[in-house]
């Protein structure tokens, strides 16, 4: 994900524009572009094609239940998107949570236990975001314990595995005396967020938009561009080539950034920006539990630090 300032308006249109979404755009109004110059020139210099009886409150219509779909569209898309950063913040407070209740319970010499759990916390939000992508790979992970990483192999679910490490280790300092029956009764609530978090993404993620609806806002916007330039030439002439282009550059757009931001855990450019805020979690874990970390990770969970996924 770029991340941007949304008071440099220029610069986020430019970055936006140099994305594959709007490649991809770009490529379809080509197809418009050729379209509505043949029926232009054709209309002008050879043959009488404009819908001279069909009334304009029939084109109003059309345009008014086609802005109706997308603003349902995008609306659906950008609830999704909202929920799964919501899920996300839920995650890093949670996070910070723990890393707040291990570090006032362990003493400060006990570097081990401080490291583990330093370790461990940071892993889940890597693991969950790899998940979420369908990468298995590991490297990103840390060693919190002798044949930690060893063991994460095994699982086929690594956000369950980390959390299983994170439920054995607390269970342990439990039955040591660590810490007293009512802590341990809010420690759970803390390790089984966890879980939860990773539920709302999964739901998020394993449920698209339905086929269906997708396909026939997409066969309305054609049909609707399709006859657009019939209903206008007489009015615009050789003005019909970028009022219709500019009108498909909305529409086809609106429908692409549904499609791109309906599920916010990829890597598309305008999707959550996972590896930051994963990176923002360990950083503030490791202080938190006096586990210092280099300050070049620090920079990259910074706002405003630029992210390529």
Same mark, same amino acid.
């Given at each position: 994900?770029?991340?941007?300032?949304?008071?440099?308006?220029?610069?986020?249109?430019?970055?936006?524009?140099?994305?594959?979404?709007?490649?991809?755009?770009?490529?379809?109004?080509?197809?418009?572009?050729?379209?509505?110059?043949?029926?232009?020139?054709?209309?002008?210099?050879?043959?009488?094609?404009?819908?001279?009886?069909?009334?304009?409150?029939?084109?109003?219509?059309?345009?008014?239940?086609?802005?109706?779909?997308?603003?349902?569209?995008?609306?659906?898309?950008?609830?999704?998107?909202?929920?799964?950063?919501?899920?996300?913040?839920?995650?890093?407070?949670?996070?910070?949570?723990?890393?707040?209740?291990?570090?006032?319970?362990?003493?400060?010499?006990?570097?081990?236990?401080?490291?583990?759990?330093?370790?461990a916390i940071s892993n889940f939000p890597f693991a969950l975001k790899n998940h979420?992508?369908?990468?298995?790979?590991?490297?990103?992970?840390?060693?919190?314990?002798?044949?930690?990483?060893?063991?994460?192999?095994?699982?086929?679910?690594?956000?369950?595995?980390?959390?299983?490490?994170?439920?054995?280790?607390?269970?342990?300092?439990?039955?040591?005396?660590?810490?007293?029956? /009512? @802590?341990? *009764?809010?420690? #759970?609530? +803390?390790?089984?967020?966890? !879980?939860?978090?990773?539920?709302?993404?999964?739901?998020?993620?394993?449920?698209?938009?339905?086929?269906?609806?997708?396909?026939?806002?997409?066969?309305?916007?054609?049909?609707?561009?399709?006859?657009?330039?019939?209903?206008?030439?007489?009015?615009?002439?050789?003005?019909?080539?970028?009022?219709?282009?500019?009108?498909?550059?909305?529409?086809?757009?609106?429908?692409?950034?549904?499609?791109?931001?309906?599920?916010?855990?990829?890597?598309?450019?305008?999707?959550?920006?996972?590896?930051?805020? /994963? @990176?923002? *979690?360990?950083? #503030?874990? +490791?202080?938190?539990?006096? !586990?210092?970390?280099?300050?070049?990770?620090?920079e990259a969970a910074r706002p405003g630090f630029t992210v390529v996924t």
């Open positions: 994900m770029i991340l941007y300032k949304n008071k440099n308006w220029l610069s986020a249109l430019y970055y936006f524009h140099t994305g594959p979404t709007a490649k991809s755009l770009v490529r379809r109004l080509l197809i418009v572009v050729v379209y509505v110059t043949f029926i232009t020139i054709v209309e002008l210099n050879y043959f009488d094609l404009k819908l001279k009886e069909t009334p304009t409150s029939f084109l109003q219509a059309m345009g008014i239940l086609l802005s109706l779909l997308l603003i349902f569209r995008t609306n659906t898309a950008y609830d999704r998107f909202y929920e799964g950063r919501i899920a996300w913040g839920t995650l890093v407070n949670n996070c910070r949570n723990l890393a707040i209740f291990f570090n006032a319970v362990l003493p400060v010499d006990d570097r081990e236990n401080r490291e583990f759990f330093a370790k979420l992508r369908d990468n298995r790979d590991i490297t990103e992970l840390e060693e919190a314990g002798k044949g930690s990483l060893q063991e994460l192999i095994s699982f086929d679910h690594k956000p369950a595995a980390v959390a299983n490490q994170l439920w054995v280790r607390t269970e342990e300092l439990y039955r040591q005396g660590k810490f007293s029956e /009512s @802590q341990h *009764i809010n420690l #759970n609530q +803390h390790l089984t967020t966890l !879980m939860d978090v990773c539920g709302i993404c999964e739901r998020i993620r394993s449920t698209p938009i339905p086929f269906s609806y997708s396909l026939f806002i997409r066969l309305f916007i054609m049909m609707y561009v399709f006859v657009l330039p019939f209903t206008v030439i007489e009015v615009y002439g050789y003005m019909t080539i970028p009022a219709v282009i500019a009108a498909s550059y909305i529409l086809v757009g609106l429908e692409m950034i549904g499609v791109e931001i309906e599920d916010p855990f990829n890597l598309d450019r305008n999707d959550l920006p996972l590896n930051q805020l /994963s @990176q923002l *979690i360990r950083v #503030n874990a +490791h202080d938190i539990l006096q !586990m210092y970390l280099p300050h070049v990770d620090k």
